[in-house]
């Protein structure tokens, strides 16, 4: 059974962090390249950042470059985004994605 658990998701205030992490199972992890992609309330999807499957390149939505950094690790099977410097904007539920595998997403609050 294929398996995407996202976490690390809460309520933050603007300018904190967060680190997400995605822990998967059930399908060949280092095979696949690996994006995050996030839903805001009444928004379509928006893709946030997207790694190689052996971490050669890694790319990043121009609203997060400098801010986010994804990263993997393929002998535990567990993407992570780490979120610096947040904002409200990036209010979301954060979704990993790995070649049409998605987890249930975590939410993600950035406010006062």
């Known amino acids: 059974e294929v398996r995407l658990v996202e976490s690390g998701g809460g309520v933050v205030h603007p300018g904190g962090s967060l680190t997400l992490a995605c822990i998967t199972s059930g399908f060949d992890f280092s095979a696949r390249d690996m994006s995050w992609v996030r839903q805001a309330p009444g928004k379509g999807p928006e893709w946030v950042a997207g790694?190689?499957?052996?971490?050669?390149?890694?790319r990043y939505a121009d609203s997060v470059k400098g801010r986010f950094t994804i990263s993997r690790d393929n002998a535990k099977n567990t993407g992570y985004l780490q979120m610096d410097t947040l904002k409200p904007e990036d209010t979301a539920v954060y979704y990993c994605d790995m070649g049409g595998y998605r987890g249930q997403g975590t939410q993600v609050n950035v406010s006062l």
């Open positions: 790694i190689h499957k052996r971490s050669l390149t890694t």
